[in-house]
């Protein structure tokens, strides 16, 4: 084939499925393919083999490779490095840890964990023989086939060796199989050959000599020949076909499929498979076929001369595009109204039905709908459909013309909806709504609650309840021909409603076009949008399948999310969802759904689901594939630490890495970009990282210690690993870090830390010292003062006094001398008591609340003796011998002092009482007289008693309660001990 025809089929086959299903029953494929331009070494494929750990490996011409779906990794070995070596024939296991290469002329190759060697047996293959099959018949039993058609059985160590037979045809295939009952069967050229134990007979019921073998899954064999198909079932021989679409030789390989079909790839005539006695031609990207291959998914791998490696799948998607009548702009409404009759509504085509992948020409009855574009089934059968002003509906056998109903006012109609009691809704570009039943039209508008315009989608709920969205942005819920506008998150204000799904346990799923998705539970509605995780917000297609799914058609994307996550994710329990999306790898490139009328997307009685898109009908199976109902195996492939490779098992990491990075796989071929990781590293992290498609994780500078690197993967279908790969890694300390070095470091600490206390006791011992001396050094000079201020001053001002009074007696008049010996004697007395009030303040043997307190009584009896105010005295009995400092002692004596001294000066009172006690930890200090009071302004009035009362006493950290009114005045001063 020339290149360039290759390359179209090519590009057609990886981005949809090649057959259409015919009336024979066959099904649709999609096939892939990978050549060197996406990592293969050579595009000649010569087998094909896929290990227990999911791995799938590769013989080419060019060298060995190995696959996980992503990624070609290609094995060297100098074994391998020869133009002849290089050259790999084929592939087997001889045992669960050991791969068997069969080079070219060069003997067999083992690969193993611990790398390759030179298989014993290679011995006496020689190195001029070519290896054109292995075969593996159990553990370490194998047998092999030359080219020159002799034979080699190899039995954990044992061989046997089968001489070619003369009438050998050399120009054919060679094949082994082996039935139910564990009997291993050749074909070389001399017909059919069976192993008895001993030696190889030939099997007389096979009429050809040139045939190729495949085990059946009914316990027999699988026969082709250059012109016919047989089924053997080891008594008899059952010809499957007479003809076969092959040329006269014998096909490359056979092999048989999960439903029992067997797949055939021949030698220059493609691939086929075969089911009954038709023979379905499969799509691939080169026409000679070299091997077969059947993976545990499921999956048929084909390998050809000159086309690389092909993967062939059932196709989950089919898209009815132009080739099958559509229109170039599909745009319109889709529905199934009995078990296989699909029907589409378009403006450019009107109403047809559609089966076979086509669309059927239109009936020959009279007024046929040309441009319906709403369409949906009653329960009767009949087939609603809408176009311009009006509805009509047409009987699901087309026994007869179709019927119409007009409703001018509703304008072109964008959504039909049939509810269970057989009342067909339709919704239009006006602002009313309209239901029909028994031919019995009834227009819903503000009288009814419906406020909106542009109907855009209908749907009913478990309850029978109908909702109602609009293009506007509206949402109403109808009730006994009632509506009422739902309220709707206020960023979604405006926003189109494009769809509706109501699901039995009373959850409403709102798609809008832009906003995401709306989900509604007991009357409230919250959103999901593309924060969450959803890859578009213009949702213009919902439909629920029957495996627990909810399905999306966006403006660029087909995608399917888990309804169970999108309920926990509106409840808040997690923060994001995880969407499967499909695209061109799936056989779906450049979606797009269509959005104008509603429904353009259906749910069929089979459980498939039906959208409209731009490039037309998207009919898609959504049932998980039997492929990928088991997790994946997951690989941790390599370990870099500071981005050198590093040991597998048993890593052990110096404590200086900063940087250590997992590298990891999951061979899988079904959707394997789709594939999602989690991750953690025990007991650093209890919780799963999620790494979404990320092949890798990173740690940074851990501690020492031992752990353990979990991992697990999920396939397309979020089907996670039966069991986690797990790692165990110890980051090594250096010595400073070990135990020994760190109780070192403990002790050497704590000692230091003892001398250091030590040290700093003793120095403040000597502090406090030397503060205890400055402290009695001031005692004594303060008792010094104390003693020089009463002897000197004291003894001055009596001296005044008796002056004074000898004064006295040289006045004339007596009146006058009398009263100037009186003022001038009390004058002295004052002065003598202000005196001894210093001389009291600043004695240090005053510094105790009880001193404090008994002094300010002796001064209050001594300061009224001679005035007209008549004091009493309350003191409580044991009040404390709490220290206190010379300024709070003279702060509360002069405090003290002032409130007196304006009760004799101001008050006109002839009482005042004074109370002295310690409560509730503080110690209290109150005057009462009865005086005529003073006014709230007294304050302000220039005078600064008060204020400076309350300055000192809230200098002590205490407060002062001044109640005064015209029967007296109440002072308080309350200030804490701690002072």
């Not at 559609?354 to 009279?366: R, T």
């Not at 200086?656 to 999951?666: C, D, G, I, N, P």
């Amino acid at each position: 084939m020339p290149r360039f025809p290759r390359l179209v089929v090519l590009a057609i086959a990886m981005l949809c499925a090649t057959a259409m299903a015919q009336d024979t029953g066959d099904l649709r494929f999609a096939t892939r393919s990978w050549e060197t331009d996406q990592g293969m070494p050579h595009n000649g494929v010569n087998a094909i083999h896929q290990r227990p750990d999911g791995f799938l490996w590769v013989a080419t011409q060019g060298g060995l490779v190995r696959f996980d779906g992503i990624e070609f990794v290609q094995r060297r070995s100098p074994l391998l490095k020869s133009a002849r070596t290089s050259r790999v024939m084929e592939l087997i296991d001889e045992n669960p840890e050991t791969l068997l290469i069969a080079c070219d002329q060069s003997g067999l190759v083992r690969l193993t964990d611990s790398g390759f060697s030179i298989h014993p047996l290679s011995e006496q293959l020689g190195d001029s023989l070519r290896i054109i099959a292995l075969f593996q018949e159990a553990s370490d039993v194998f047998w092999v086939l030359s080219e020159n058609r002799q034979v080699w059985r190899w039995d954990h160590g044992k061989v046997l060796h089968f001489p070619r037979e003369p009438s050998t045809q050399i120009q054919t295939p060679g094949s082994l199989a082996m039935d139910r009952s564990g009997t291993v069967f050749l074909a070389r050229g001399n017909g059919l050959e069976r192993f008895d134990g001993k030696s190889l007979l030939p099997v007389p019921e096979i009429p050809a000599k040139a045939v190729t073998i495949a085990s059946s899954g009914t316990g027999g064999l699988w026969i082709a020949s250059g012109d016919a198909l047989w089924r053997w079932d080891g008594g008899s021989l059952a010809q499957v076909a007479a003809t076969t679409p092959w040329a006269t030789a014998p096909p490359a390989a056979l092999l048989e499929d999960g439903e029992g079909a067997v797949w055939i790839a021949t030698k220059s005539n493609g691939l086929f498979r075969c089911t009954g006695t038709s023979f379905q031609p499969i799509q691939t990207s080169h026409p000679r076929m070299a091997s077969l291959c059947r993976d545990a998914e499921g999956n048929i791998w084909a390998g050809t001369t000159g086309g690389g490696l092909n993967l062939v799948q059932p196709a989950r998607f089919q898209l009815l595009d132009a080739s099958a009548g559509w229109t170039p702009d599909i745009e319109g409404g889709v529905c199934e109204s009995s078990p296989g009759r699909i029907w589409f509504a378009n403006s450019g085509v009107g109403l047809r039905r559609v089966s076979e992948g086509k669309l059927h020409p239109p009936p020959d009855l009279a007024g046929w709908p040309a441009k319906a574009v709403a369409v949906f089934p009653d329960a009767t059968g009949r087939i609603w459909f809408g176009s311009l002003n009006r509805v009509g509906h047409v009987t699901g056998d087309l026994s007869q013309p179709p019927e119409f109903i007009d409703l001018p006012p509703l304008g072109r109609v964008h959504v039909l909806h049939a509810t269970r009691d057989g009342t067909i809704w339709a919704g239009g570009e006006g602002k009313l709504l309209a239901s029909v039943q028994d031919e019995k039209v009834t227009l819903y508008n503000e009288s009814h609650g419906y406020t909106g315009t542009q109907a855009q989608a209908i749907c009913e709920d478990s309850s029978g309840a109908l909702w109602v969205g609009t293009e506007a942005g509206a949402l109403f819920r109808g009730k006994d021909g009632r509506f009422t506008r739902q309220t709707l998150p206020a960023e979604l204000e405006g926003t189109g409603i494009r769809a509706l799904v109501a699901d039995a346990d009373g959850t409403l799923w709102v798609g809008t076009g832009g906003g995401g998705l709306l989900v509604g539970r007991g009357g409230k509605f919250t959103t999901i949008d593309q924060e969450q995780g959803l890859p578009d917000e213009v949702i213009s297609q919902l439909s629920s399948d029957d495996h627990g799914a909810l399905w999306f058609g966006t403006s660029n994307s087909l995608f399917k999310v888990d309804k169970k996550e999108l309920i926990q994710c509106a409840e808040g329990k997690i923060a994001t969802v995880t969407p499967v999306k499909f695209a061109g790898a799936d056989g779906l490139p450049g979606f797009s759904a269509a959005a104008n009328y509603q429904p353009s997307s259906w749910k069929t009685h089979d459980g498939r689901l039906l959208f409209v898109s731009r490039k037309g009908l998207v009919i898609a199976d959504p049932s998980p594939q039997a492929q990928t109902r088991q997790g994946p195996h997951v690989h941790i492939e390599k370990l870099l630490a500071d981005n050198k490779a590093t040991a597998l098992d048993a890593a052990r990491l110096p404590s200086s890495t900063r940087k250590l990075e997992f590298l990891f796989t999951a061979p899988t071929f079904v959707s394997p970009e789709k594939v999602r990781y989690r991750y953690r590293l025990a007991p650093f992290e209890s919780e799963w990282n999620d790494a979404g498609i990320q092949r890798s994780a990173t740690y940074s500078q851990l501690k020492p210690g031992r752990y353990r690197f979990e991992l697990m993967a999920a396939n397309s279908d979020l089907v996670w690993s039966p069991r986690a790969a797990v790692m165990p890694i110890e980051v090594v300390p250096a010595w400073w870090e070990t135990w020994w070095a760190r109780t070192l470091g403990l002790l050497t600490g704590a000692t230091l830390l003892a001398l250091a206390v030590r040290y700093w006791s003793h120095q403040r011992l000597k502090a406090r010292l030397l503060e205890l001396e400055a402290t009695r050094r001031v005692d004594l000079e303060r008792s010094r003062i104390a003693r020089d201020l009463h002897d000197g001053l004291g003894a001055s001002l009596t001296q005044i006094g008796m002056m004074a009074e000898e004064l006295a007696e040289d006045v004339t008049e007596p009146d006058e001398m009398k009263d100037y010996s009186v003022r001038l004697a009390g004058r002295v007395r004052e002065i003598a008591r202000d005196l001894d009030a210093a001389v009291w303040t600043v004695s240090p043997q005053n510094d105790t609340l009880a001193a404090l307190s008994s002094y300010i009584c002796q001064y209050a009896i001594e300061y009224f003796r001679d005035s007209p105010l008549r004091c009493r005295v309350n003191v409580e009995p044991e009040i404390p011998e709490q220290s206190l400092s010379p300024d709070a002692r003279h702060h509360l004596f002069l405090t003290a002092k002032e409130i007196m001294n304006n009760a004799l000066k101001h008050s006109g009172a002839s009482h005042l009482d004074l109370d002295i006690r310690v409560t509730d930890g503080s110690f209290h200090l109150g005057f009462r007289d009865d005086g005529h009071g003073f006014s709230e302004s007294a304050e302000t009035s220039g005078r600064h008693g008060l204020q400076n009362i309350r300055e000192r006493v809230m200098e002590l950290g205490g407060s002062v309660e001044i109640q005064s009114s015209a029967q007296g005045t109440f002072i308080t001063v309350l200030v804490p001990l701690s002072t």
